[in-house]
């Protein structure tokens, strides 16, 4: 193992789980050299505002970033953007990036999800988003102004974010849902349905139950989805958001045990030596909730980078923290604690004034004569965030 002082800290990817490392790294006193090797043009910076603030064009990309240029600088960390690393040596301790071999003294895999492709759609050639890059934000923005039919693939979190960026742009948006509610596998029937209302009292065309049949191009080169119905929808521009696959082949081809993500212990170690990983690529043995969990979260993204920044640096920290998400749609704000996981919930709670969007949902599984809060959300009450935090995991 090269472990010596010269030898860098080297982190691959340039996403939320790396910058926050980076920063982390710096706070707990490693002095040492570190590297970044970042695939995308840009240093690392957060995704949410892609689908909500910068898509609306209220806040500039640099609010997006996770750190400044001054910041690297100052902090002696090598970020090196336009750069893919190619493959590992897990027995050589060593990684490959543009005919450069580096070592590494312990190395950090964050190297995040991207979209699932819709086959249908890229092999009809019409003009399509898969939106996760800066480059794929500011060109959907571009396509939401007033009158432009906007067509929606997929009534997940992304896509609902979309909708309500592109209906506040004055465009016309038509969500086609597989399932018989956006949102459904993990709010349920009661709360996805107030996402739904949501949605069609601003004017979206959400349409649930629909499989998307073909797709061609129109012959004012847009879109036209042919629905397994046989009705056909035309728009404009077309925004595909089916979901995320983790990166995992870096580490698949290095030997590194992969499964949903690469496999992790609760201290986010891989099955390789000095190899961690971080955020949307980790699955991680979960010690609160006592299986793998791999989840696509801002919040997890932070506080993976902060745990794996400790372990690296010989530390003994859990990644323990519940998983939490947030979105903002309209005038809809909420947060969410928990993960209901494979076994799911039995009954849902909603607590306060839906009409109104202000209330409190828990997700209940029976457990013997009792009932586990499994997950918890507020919509628009911000104060009740930390009751959620306590709450979730306990028994009623
Ligand atoms: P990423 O941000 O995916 O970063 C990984 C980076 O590694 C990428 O730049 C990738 O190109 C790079 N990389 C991959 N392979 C290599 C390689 N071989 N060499 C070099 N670089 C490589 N979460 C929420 O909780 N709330 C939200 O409201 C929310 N909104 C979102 C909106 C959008 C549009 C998107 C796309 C995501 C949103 N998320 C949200 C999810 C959140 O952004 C992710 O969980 C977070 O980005 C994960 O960070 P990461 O660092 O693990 O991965």
Redesign the pocket.
Known sequence: MTDSPETPIVI?????????ATGSLRERGYDGPLIV????P?L?????????GY?MGKDPIEKALVHDAGWYAENRVDVRTG????SIDVDGHTVT?GGETLAYRALLL??????RRLPLADEAGVPVTY???IES?TALRAELRPGRRIGLIGGG??GL??AAAARAAGAEVTVLEMAAQPLLAVLGEEVATIFADLHRAHGVDLRTNVKVASIEQTEAGGARIGLESGESVDVDHLVVGVG?VP?T??AEAAGIVVGNGIRTDARLRTSAPAVFA?????NVDHPLLGRAVR???????IK??RVAAANLLGGDEAADALP?????QYDLGMEYVGNSGPDGFDRVEILGDVAGLSFKVWWLRTEGDRERVVAGMHVNGWDAIDEIRTTVGTLR
Do not use: N, Q
């Open positions: 691959v990817g340039g996403g939320l789980a790396a910058g926050t090797l970042a695939d995308e840009h690392p910076y957060e995704r949410p505002p892609l689908s909500k898509l750069v893919r690393v190619e990036a964050a190297t995040g999800a991207r979209p939106l996760r890059t934000s979190w992304i974010e979309v995320a990166a082949e870096l971080a955020g949307d690529v980790a989840t696509e979260h801002w919040d997890t993204a993976h980078g939490y998400f947030f979105t903002d």
